[in-house]
Antibody
């Protein structure tokens, strides 16, 4: 049974870089069938797609965050990562990693449990 | 940018049918998906490609999509269905979520 697990600091200072990792277990991140995504949810608010990556390193990002986001993949560790720079309090959110079958019209069929990141000094 | 609009809240009595809508420009030309999020939990996919149910999702969950509106229908609603529901679609290399609908089972 494939599982996703987010990890990283729960507290980040304003203007610094938020860094999270998603570890994929029970299956290979190098599967040709899937993209891997980051999605966030501010407290009490809705879901906000951040971006997605293929095992080859091909990425696409939410245009509203593109200037601050980098998503990368490490197939040797079966992990993919998120960096969000120049964070502010508005970036405080639960961050989820998720699996996406294919590019184009698709959905998110498996989600991690999420990790809460607070931006505060 | 593409937007999906959902009603903030929907109420239903136990055993009745709940319908949650999601509106967007030419949404019927795209695939819509739906997610259920119970309090304190991660979202769970309940409908994909407009009307397909993943393994393990009860048959009482169904979906449709036409014109500008996708609809999630829950037949014989149970107390355990009380949750937030989000629609999602793909538009020009961007995944978009609706704002979410809180389903209350009274």
């Amino acid at each position: 049974q494939l599982q996703l697990q987010e990890s990283g600091p729960g507290l980040v200072k304003p203007s610094e870089t938020l860094s999270l990792t998603c570890t994929v277990s029970g299956g290979s991140i190098s599967s040709s069938s899937y993209y891997w995504a980051w999605i966030r949810q501010p407290p009490g608010k809705g879901l906000d797609w951040i971006g997605s990556i293929y095992y080859s390193g091909s990425t696409y990002y939410n245009p509203s965050l593109k200037s601050r986001v980098t998503i990368s993949v490490d197939t040797s560790k079966n992990q993919f990562s998120l960096k969000l720079n120049s964070v502010t309090a508005a970036d405080t959110a639960m961050f989820y990693c998720a699996r996406r079958p294919g590019r184009g019209e698709s959905h998110f069929d498996l989600w991690g449990r999420g990790t809460l990141v607070t931006v505060s000094s | 940018s593409y937007e999906l609009t959902q009603p903030p809240s929907v109420s239903v009595s136990p055993g009745q049918t709940a319908s949650i809508t999601c509106s967007g420009d030419k949404l019927g030309d795209k695939y819509a998906s739906w997610y259920q999020q119970r309090p304190g939990q991660s979202p769970v996919l309940v409908i994909y490609q407009d009307n397909k149910r993943p393994s393990g999702i009860p048959e009482r969950f169904s979906g449709s999509n036409s014109g500008t509106t996708a609809t999630l229908t829950i037949s014989g609603t149970q107390a355990m269905d009380e949750a937030d529901y989000y629609c999602q679609a793909w538009d020009y290399s961007t995944d978009v979520f609706g704002g979410g609908t809180k389903l209350t089972v009274l």
